[in-house]
């Protein structure tokens, strides 16, 4: 396969499921986490995906022999902040819902719906800050 054609493959897979994480992220957050029982491991599923596809594109497009420029740091710096994303969704928004799950549903739940609502405005901050990074890279 070309390099070219898998570049396209590779940045259509990883900038699909980041919309999907990023946007639902960012809805959750302002609904306060009310369905975040429907998205959470779907979101989590997406994540892992964006990573695998943007290491993948990582080294396609910046091989570690070019250095780590300012290109790289940048991008580098947005990498972190969706694992940090990934990272409050996975230790503070899973355990969360579960503990939804297990006392029956409903768009309340108290403590609980509350870790979540500040948890997904956290992520989401760290994924805007992601999704600048990944654009602006190419120009820095
Ligand atoms: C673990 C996290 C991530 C890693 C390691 C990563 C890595 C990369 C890499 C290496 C590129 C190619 C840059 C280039 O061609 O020079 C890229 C592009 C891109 N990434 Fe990510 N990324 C991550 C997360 C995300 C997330 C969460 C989004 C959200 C939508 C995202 C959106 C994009 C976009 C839109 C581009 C295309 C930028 C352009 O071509 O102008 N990435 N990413």
Redesign the pocket.
């Known amino acids: 396969m070309e390099i070219q054609t898998l570049?396209m493959i590779l940045?259509g897979l990883?900038?699909l499921?980041?919309?999907f994480?990023?946007g639902s992220t960012f809805v959750l957050a302002r609904l306060g986490g009310v369905g975040a029982e429907k998205f959470t491991i779907p979101q989590l599923i997406a994540?892992g995906v964006?990573?695998i596809?943007?290491?993948?594109?990582?080294?396609?497009?910046?091989p570690l022999s070019a250095g780590f420029g300012p290109?790289e740091q940048v991008?580098?710096t947005?990498?972190?902040?969706?694992?940090g994303?990934?990272g409050v969704q996975s230790l503070f928004v899973l355990p969360a819902v579960r503990t939804l799950v297990m006392a029956g549903g409903g768009t309340t739940g108290g403590a609980a719906r509350t870790r979540i609502a500040v948890a997904e405005s956290v992520a989401a901050t760290l994924?805007a800050i992601?999704?600048v990074?990944?654009?602006?890279?190419?120009?820095v």
């Open positions: 570049l940045i990883h900038v499921p980041g919309v994480w990023v994540a964006v990573f596809t943007g290491m993948s594109l990582w080294s396609q497009t910046h290109a991008l580098a947005g990498a972190i902040c969706a694992l994303a990934a994924l992601t999704v990074c990944m654009v602006i890279a190419r120009y």
